[in-house]
């Protein structure tokens, strides 16, 4: 079936470092998404984009976040500084612009360790 | 406020028996409701999904029965298999840019 790639798979940084995580989103998808989990834990929403915008977000994706998809390549995550706090697994999802069923395709998750 | 709740936390069954998952939801204007599957260093997948116009949505093994008045839902799974163990979200979606709130997981593990 239809593929998110994500890269780092996992990353390790300390703490006050920048880090970005890349995401591949399915060829013909227009709607991506980060979400956060911790330990296997709930997913929990961060971000939304679509058409080179932000259309939602949620209290978890602070001022340090900030996304992008520059030229339809990578949908990046960045996180400057990062925070203990952000240590987690975050997924990347894409979806197909149907209007309230769009279904979700995940990546494997790029897990952030902030030392 | 957490919109999307699930139990139990944890569920073990035998093989063959029928594992029965439980959902909740707040927003009465969430319409979708996918449940999806992880296994250990995976990401989430899409199991089966119905929407609120429906109260039953089969596929296999797999079933879920939604109550919309009483805004519940649960997942059942017929004749468990080694395999199933994983951990099952539900998920809903209401009207906005298809954004998906998921619930905190049931971690299933069926026994040989």
């Known amino acids: 079936g239809p593929k998110v790639l994500q890269i780092p798979s996992h990353q390790i940084i300390d703490m006050g470092q920048m880090v970005t995580l890349n995401c591949d989103p399915v060829?013909?998808?227009?709607?991506f998404y980060w979400y956060k989990q911790i330990l296997g834990q709930q997913m929990e929403f961060l971000v939304n984009?679509?058409?080179?915008?932000?259309?939602?977000k949620s209290k978890l994706f602070k001022d340090q976040f900030s996304v992008e998809r520059p030229d339809g390549s990578y949908f990046t995550l960045k996180i400057q500084p990062t925070a203990l706090e952000d240590s987690a697994v975050y997924f990347c999802?894409?979806?197909?612009?149907?209007?309230?069923?769009?279904?979700?395709?995940f990546g494997e998750g790029s897990k952030l360790t902030v030392l | 406020q957490q919109q999307v709740r699930q139990s139990p936390q944890s569920l073990t069954v035998w093989e063959g028996e029928t594992a029965i998952l439980n959902c909740s939801y707040e927003?009465?204007?969430?319409?979708?409701f996918p449940w999806y599957q992880q296994f250990p260093g995976e990401g989430p997948a899409l199991l089966i999904s119905i929407r609120s116009v429906s109260d039953k949505k089969e596929d296999g093994r797999f079933t879920i029965f939604f109550n919309k008045r009483e805004k519940k839902l649960s997942l059942h799974i017929t004749d468990s298999q080694p395999g199933d163990s994983a951990t099952y979200f539900c998920a809903a979606s209401g009207s906005n840019y298809n954004v998906l709130y998921f619930g905190s997981g049931t971690k299933l593990t069926v026994e040989p």
């Open positions: 060829s013909n998808h227009l709607y």
């Open positions: 927003d009465s204007t969430f319409n979708y």
């Open positions: 999802a894409s979806s197909f612009p149907q209007t309230n069923t769009g279904q979700l395709y």
């Open positions: 984009f679509y058409n080179g915008k932000v259309m939602e």
